[in-house]
């Protein structure tokens, strides 16, 4: 590719994003999916104009898109917040994860397209996304709410989750020889995580004294450099790029320069975060898609009953009524971010070729479903009997939220 038609590809496809992304975001559905659907439509899969011929030739863009994405999930996460949210909370997000990553797990063999592949439509089930959560939140103007920052915390639990399960995916998707070797192969991301953790916890100072500069253009250049630096020293250890990407963010998110960071970052994320969705998008055949419509309706069935089982356990737990219990599995429903970045794992590694258009149409419909559930979900209370969220008949009403509209 020229260096002329690399930058009219990448021109068309951050405008293509956008246009179709702005079309869309006035019938009220999130970026990520139609930063797919824009990927699709101008990809070489299907009839018209297609930016690139291989979606390949811009890999290096989407890995940055990747980089920036995770950096910014591991920025977000803080062991304070889940420190402070107690038993309960840990309970909460355990609840979540056992029935959506069991649930996914289950379904995943059930396909009988392989145990690689069975782990990363687990994955891919059982891990909602953090960026349209937390956007929901916002738009519907409950995060104020009882039930949000329980929300909330089960998003930073499965943040957690999320760091962990690469870890030892990671070795999985490989093709590790043998036990011993996957052994030591997840050793070694294990070892990485608890050297970047404790970085993390306790070289806040050594980190804000690094990044001290009152200068936001030499801090955004630092902060870039060290986010890159670390996905690529995770990848040559054997280890995701996405681990090191998030753990450098938690490392830098518990610094003084977190703040600066963080409103430095967005801009980055936004604009490589699209780009990754969209290159994602380019690499869908809908060929493929059509072979997996019956799987992605079922999983989308079978995730609706587990976080509406999910956040009926979790308002139970902490003493909230039916429309919290609603509204909790209705808010973490939808899934994107980490669902793709495993699909994407799952093409490199040479996986079944059905995981990958599986993962874009499951994504795609929650990310339609989900919205529009949370905007009505005082409409569809009756999804939960009272009797499986209240732990006896005297829970009074005044515990039931009230419905924001």
């Known amino acids: 590719m020229s260096s002329g038609h690399a930058l009219l590809a990448v021109g068309g496809a951050f405008l293509a994003a956008g246009v179709i992304a702005r079309a869309g975001a006035r019938i009220g559905l999130p970026t990520i999916p139609l930063f797919m659907l824009a990927g699709f439509v101008f990809g070489p899969n299907t009839p018209g104009l297609s930016l690139v011929d291989d979606p390949k030739e811009l890999g290096v863009l989407a890995g940055l898109g990747l980089v920036f994405l995770l950096f910014y999930l591991g920025l977000e996460f803080s062991l304070d917040d889940l420190a402070k949210g107690g038993r309960k909370l840990v309970w909460s997000g355990l609840i979540y994860l056992i029935l959506n990553i069991g649930g996914g797990l289950a379904f995943g063999f059930l396909l009988g397209w392989g145990t690689r592949e069975a782990l990363v439509i687990a994955g891919a089930i059982g891990i909602s996304s953090s960026a349209i959560v937390t956007k929901l939140l916002l738009e519907s103007r409950r995060m104020n709410n009882p039930e949000s920052r329980l929300i909330m915390g089960i998003i930073v639990i499965e943040d957690l989750f999320l760091a962990l399960y690469l870890a030892l995916l990671q070795p999985v998707l490989s093709g590790a020889g043998s036990f011993?070797?996957?052994?030591a192969d997840f050793g070694k991301a294990f070892a990485f995580l608890i050297v970047m953790a404790a970085l993390a916890r306790w070289g806040g100072r050594v980190v804000s004294k690094l990044f001290g500069s009152a200068d936001?253009?030499?801090?955004?250049?630092?902060?870039?450099?060290?986010?890159?630096?670390g996905a690529a020293v995770a990848e040559e250890v054997g280890v995701s790029d996405a681990i090191g990407a998030f753990m450098v963010g938690m490392m830098l998110g518990g610094s003084k320069v977190a703040p600066r960071i963080h409103k430095l970052v967005l801009p980055l994320r936004d604009a490589f975060g699209a780009l990754f969705f969209f290159i994602f998008g380019l690499s869908i055949d809908p060929n493929a898609v059509g072979s997996v419509v019956v799987p992605v309706l079922i999983a989308v069935a079978l995730t609706i009953v587990l976080n509406l089982g999910a956040g009926a356990l979790a308002a139970r737990l902490h003493g909230f009524g039916r429309q919290a219990g609603v509204n909790i599995g209705l808010t973490v429903l939808t899934r994107g971010e980490f669902s793709l970045v495993l699909a994407a794992m799952a093409t490199a590694a040479g996986l079944d070729s059905r995981v990958a258009p599986f993962v874009a149409g499951y994504v795609l419909l929650l990310a339609v479903i989900g919205p529009v559930a949370v905007i009505r979900s005082e409409k569809l209370t009756w999804l939960l009997p009272?009797?499986?969220?209240?732990?006896?008949?005297?829970?009074r009403d005044r515990e039931e939220p009230a419905p924001v509209t």
């Open 180 to 183: 011993g070797s996957a052994v």
């Open 216 to 229: 936001d253009e030499l801090l955004t250049v630092c902060f870039v450099g060290v986010a890159v630096m």
């Open 386 to 395: 009272a009797s499986i969220v209240r732990k006896n008949s005297t829970t």
